[in-house]
């Protein structure tokens, strides 16, 4: 593996002092583990993960992998598609003991 080989998205969920959710996606690298995008908003919804990792396609190249426990269509990636590997996990399983989910 090398740098930007794989790159790995999932969100994190918290609330602020008052209560009131707020929701961040994150974006980084597998091997060098650098963070290279964190998004906060109230609502994620799969335009912003797109906008997110098509900024990071510009500036950084395109990756043979991008990992989600979560579904990001190739309808959704548009003409990416061809050169991007979507991988899909299994939730809650491990990074070292992960399995790719069939769907």
């Known amino acids: 593996m090398r740098r930007n080989h794989v790159w790995a998205y ?16 994150n974006v980084i ?5 650098e963070c290279l995008a964190i ?5 994620l919804k799969a335009i912003d993960v797109i906008d997110v ?11 043979g992998h991008i ?3 979560n579904v990001l269509t190739w ?3 548009g003409k990416t598609r061809q050169q991007i ?6 939730a809650g399983r491990r990074l070292s003991k992960q399995r790719l989910c069939c769907k």
């Open 85 to 90: 590997s979507l991988r899909r996990v299994c």
């Open 53 to 63: 990792l098509s900024d990071l396609l510009i500036l950084r190249g395109v990756p």
């Open 39 to 43: 998004r906060v908003a109230r609502k």
């Open 10 to 25: 999932d969100f994190v969920e918290d609330r602020t002092h008052d209560g009131r959710k707020y929701r961040m996606l």
């Open 29 to 33: 690298d597998e091997f060098t583990h």
């Open 67 to 69: 990992r989600s426990d």
């Open 75 to 77: 309808r959704s990636m």
